[in-house]
């Protein structure tokens, strides 16, 4: 398509500026990514490869891990409010968006089709490189895939059909029709199996996992198998994740940190940055937090949850909100080096209790929800609630979600949305809501180089 080509070469352009920086404290990222020489060694095609991650995370272009998933979604669903409605906000809040709006062409929507791009552009480079070690192109390849996946998996969430493409050739982009999401989830399973075999065990160290492996696909299609239903092979592939062995639940007040043990992907930050991004933006330094709780969200926590005193604050103004990063920059006292956290282990017990659950293997869902419940301090369902049936565990599970994995890109919208409760639950605690806010509005510019492209209903 026209129109993603051209968000392609801003974007591409946008994130060439993150070349100024310096990434994870290695090499600067090469920024000339349609070129064959970018590819040509090792060292190029995996300073190529860092860029990519720079656009996901960086300050300086629409990027979607800089606070625009985490806000705009959190205040899209029943989740988070903003101590200042202003700009764009409203229209997340009171789910009233338009094909017109910076954040949709921009962080939601192009930012991801960028990416996109570019591993589909390293996967072509890479493979007809005769620089590369052949290892090597293996893992590159495989981490390539999963970005594409990765990618993939919020477009379809948010935007449901999409267009869908494996080449940068402008040819063939330039007309490209949406497709369903049964077919973009398919592609998405086919790129994690690829990554699963090819990428390795790289990066699993603690405080050296900034890159895609096997592991951070194997927990993404976990969770893709979770959201279409298939119970069993998301059982599956959250237990090779926690098996793993590279993964640990620790303490509440480590699990963002760089060193986190739990952490299986998360994106780091610019040179010797201390703080993410993300954090600044959610939840910021500022004596009242930027984003506060809804009511659903602050009542959703019992007493003495210690997840409240680890991972939120409590402003002046007597609103809660989430601050599960405490840096906001490199001279506060008491800084620590944190990364923003993509996927992480105690997401992979929800997933698999929620599986379990769905199998009817009750007992075994509640061992993964009182994994999590511990660790929060909280009363253990096999204490209290040994012979929960199957429907109101399914609930507990969707609540111990929501008080586990807030402020985390979405997860709360997508979770309501899936399960089918949207209407439901939103309904009665957003006044403008309406069924067809449950998807967001293809980009306006996007529709208008591109004649193929359809709308969602309630946005023409």
Request: aromatic fraction near 10%; charge should be neutral; charged fraction near 20%.
């Amino acid at each position: 398509m026209k129109s993603l080509n051209r968000l392609f070469i801003i974007l591409i352009a946008g994130t060439a500026i993150t070349g100024c920086r310096k990434f994870v404290d290695v090499p600067l990222p090469i920024t000339q990514l349609s070129t064959e020489s970018a590819f040509s060694t090792d060292a190029k095609a995996n300073s190529a490869m860092r860029g990519i991650y720079a656009g996901l995370v960086s300050g300086w272009v629409a990027s979607p891990f800089t606070g625009a998933m985490t806000g705009n979604l959190g205040l899209s669903a029943d989740e988070l409010e903003k101590t200042s409605l202003t700009g764009e906000f409203p229209l997340f809040f009171e789910n009233n968006l338009n094909a017109s709006m910076n954040t949709i062409n921009g962080a939601l929507w192009g930012s991801f089709y960028s990416t996109i791009y570019q591993a589909n552009n390293a996967i072509t480079h890479i493979g007809n490189s005769k620089g590369i070690a052949p290892a090597n192109k293996e893992f590159l390849t495989g981490e390539a895939h999963f970005l594409r996946a990765l990618a993939y998996f919020y477009l379809v969430n948010m935007y449901d059909s999409v267009p869908l493409t494996t080449t940068a050739d402008y040819r063939t982009n330039g007309l490209l029709f949406r497709e369903s999401p049964e077919k973009v989830y398919e592609q998405i399973r086919q790129d994690l199996r690829y990554a699963q075999e090819k990428a390795g065990n790289q990066h699993t160290g603690t405080g050296f996992r900034a890159r895609g492996n096997q592991w951070t696909a194997t927990a993404l299609l976990a969770r893709v198998q979770l959201y279409t239903g298939n119970w069993e092979e998301a059982e599956a592939e959250a237990t090779k994740v926690i098996n793993a062995g590279f993964y640990k639940m620790g303490p509440l007040e480590e699990t963002f940190l760089a060193t986190s043990g739990e952490v299986i992907l998360q994106l780091g930050n610019a040179g010797a940055n201390l703080y993410t991004s993300e954090g600044s933006a959610i939840t910021s330094s500022q004596v009242n937090p930027t984003y506060r709780f809804s009511t659903w969200l602050d009542a959703a926590f019992e007493p003495g949850d210690l997840r409240t005193d680890a991972w939120t604050r409590v402003g002046a103004n007597g609103f809660r909100g989430p601050a599960k990063y405490k840096t906001f920059s490199n001279t506060q006292a008491n800084a620590k080096k944190e990364g923003t956290v993509v996927l992480r282990l105690a997401e992979q017990y929800l997933i698999r209790a929620e599986a379990r659950a769905m199998q009817d293997d009750l007992s075994g869902a509640i061992a993964d929800v009182d994994t999590v419940r511990s660790r929060a301090g909280l009363p253990l369902l096999s204490d209290i609630s040994p012979d929960i049936a199957k429907e109101p565990l399914l609930a507990a599970i969707m609540k111990e979600r929501m008080t586990e994995l807030f402020a985390e890109f979405g997860h709360r919208w997508f979770d309501v949305k899936r399960t089918g409760q949207a209407d439901i639950i939103f309904g009665a605690r957003k006044p403008g809501w309406r069924t067809e806010a449950a998807l967001f509005p293809i980009p306006f510019k996007d529709r208008q180089f591109n004649p193929n492209l359809g709308q969602n209903p309630g946005y023409e």
